[in-house]
Protein backbone atom coordinates (compact mmCIF):
# COMPACT_ATOMS: atom_id res chain seq x y z
CA UNK A 1 0.00 0.00 0.00
CA UNK A 2 3.06 2.45 0.39
CA UNK A 3 4.23 2.12 -2.87
CA UNK A 4 0.58 2.62 -4.25
CA UNK A 5 -0.56 5.96 -2.06
CA UNK A 6 1.66 8.10 -3.88
CA UNK A 7 -0.13 7.46 -7.03
CA UNK A 8 -3.27 7.35 -5.46
CA UNK A 9 -2.47 10.76 -3.99
CA UNK A 10 -2.14 12.32 -7.92
CA UNK A 11 -6.14 11.72 -8.25
CA UNK A 12 -5.78 8.48 -10.42
CA UNK A 13 -9.35 7.30 -11.63
CA UNK A 14 -8.48 4.03 -12.43
CA UNK A 15 -6.74 0.75 -11.16
CA UNK A 16 -5.79 -2.25 -13.04
CA UNK A 17 -4.39 -4.89 -10.19
CA UNK A 18 -2.03 -7.32 -12.91
CA UNK A 19 -1.60 -10.21 -10.67
CA UNK A 20 -3.40 -12.59 -8.79
CA UNK A 21 -2.51 -11.55 -5.51
CA UNK A 22 -2.70 -7.81 -6.16
CA UNK A 23 -6.28 -8.14 -4.56
CA UNK A 24 -5.68 -7.80 -1.33
CA UNK A 25 -5.38 -4.42 -2.37
CA UNK A 26 -8.47 -3.65 -4.12
CA UNK A 27 -10.20 -2.32 -0.56
CA UNK A 28 -7.36 -0.60 0.35
CA UNK A 29 -6.68 1.31 -3.01
CA UNK A 30 -11.07 1.74 -2.95
CA UNK A 31 -11.33 3.37 0.59
CA UNK A 32 -8.10 5.28 -0.21
CA UNK A 33 -9.48 7.10 -3.41
CA UNK A 34 -12.89 7.75 -0.58
CA UNK A 35 -10.77 9.53 1.80
CA UNK A 36 -9.41 11.66 -0.21
CA UNK A 37 -12.86 12.44 -2.12
CA UNK A 38 -11.81 10.87 -5.49
CA UNK A 39 -13.75 7.72 -6.35
CA UNK A 40 -11.53 4.61 -8.02
CA UNK A 41 -12.42 2.01 -10.44
CA UNK A 42 -10.39 -1.10 -9.64
CA UNK A 43 -9.95 -3.65 -12.55
CA UNK A 44 -9.04 -7.10 -10.70
CA UNK A 45 -7.34 -9.58 -13.17
CA UNK A 46 -7.84 -11.91 -10.14
CA UNK A 47 -11.89 -12.34 -10.82
CA UNK A 48 -11.23 -12.42 -14.51
CA UNK A 49 -8.64 -15.61 -14.49
CA UNK A 50 -10.97 -16.80 -11.63
CA UNK A 51 -14.04 -17.41 -14.21
CA UNK A 52 -11.90 -18.74 -16.66
CA UNK A 53 -10.45 -20.71 -14.90
CA UNK A 54 -13.84 -21.89 -13.44
CA UNK A 55 -14.87 -22.75 -16.84
CA UNK A 56 -12.09 -24.64 -17.81
CA UNK A 57 -12.30 -26.78 -15.21
CA UNK A 58 -15.87 -26.86 -15.18
CA UNK A 59 -15.73 -28.03 -18.86
CA UNK A 60 -12.74 -30.17 -18.31
CA UNK A 61 -14.19 -32.36 -15.47
CA UNK A 62 -17.75 -32.60 -17.19
CA UNK A 63 -15.78 -34.25 -20.15
CA UNK A 64 -13.54 -36.44 -17.65
CA UNK A 65 -16.64 -37.27 -16.06
CA UNK A 66 -18.55 -38.20 -19.21
CA UNK A 67 -16.05 -40.85 -19.99
CA UNK A 68 -15.44 -42.46 -16.82
CA UNK A 69 -12.36 -41.20 -16.20
CA UNK A 70 -10.20 -38.34 -16.44
CA UNK A 71 -9.69 -39.13 -19.73
CA UNK A 72 -5.80 -39.14 -19.20
CA UNK A 73 -5.21 -35.80 -18.08
CA UNK A 74 -3.65 -34.49 -15.06
CA UNK A 75 -2.90 -30.90 -13.58
CA UNK A 76 0.44 -29.48 -13.12
CA UNK A 77 1.09 -27.68 -9.69
CA UNK A 78 4.03 -25.18 -9.07
CA UNK A 79 3.40 -25.69 -5.25
CA UNK A 80 2.39 -28.30 -3.04
CA UNK A 81 0.42 -30.84 -4.46
CA UNK A 82 -0.77 -31.93 -1.25
CA UNK A 83 -2.31 -28.52 -0.19
CA UNK A 84 -3.78 -27.57 -3.88
CA UNK A 85 -5.42 -31.21 -3.66
CA UNK A 86 -7.18 -29.95 -0.18
CA UNK A 87 -8.14 -26.26 -1.79
CA UNK A 88 -9.42 -27.82 -5.20
CA UNK A 89 -11.44 -30.46 -2.82
CA UNK A 90 -13.04 -27.48 -1.32
CA UNK A 91 -14.46 -26.02 -4.15
CA UNK A 92 -17.65 -26.70 -5.64
CA UNK A 93 -16.69 -28.82 -8.83
CA UNK A 94 -17.46 -31.82 -8.70
CA UNK A 95 -15.00 -35.01 -9.82
CA UNK A 96 -12.35 -32.29 -9.82
CA UNK A 97 -10.35 -33.38 -7.08
CA UNK A 98 -10.02 -37.19 -9.47
CA UNK A 99 -7.18 -35.51 -11.21
CA UNK A 100 -4.35 -36.68 -11.26
CA UNK A 101 -1.59 -33.75 -9.75
CA UNK A 102 1.88 -33.57 -10.53
CA UNK A 103 4.58 -30.93 -9.06
CA UNK A 104 5.75 -28.72 -11.71
CA UNK A 105 8.98 -27.31 -10.46
CA UNK A 106 9.91 -23.71 -11.46
Known sequence: ?????????????ALVLGCTHYSLLAPLAKMHGLMVGQPLTVVDSAWVFAGILKKYIHDFTVVAHDSGG????????TGDTGLFKTTLAQLP????????LKHWPV
Do not use: K, S
Open 1 to 13: YQYMAPLLDEGME
Open 70 to 77: VNGRMMLV
Open 93 to 100: LPHCWEIP
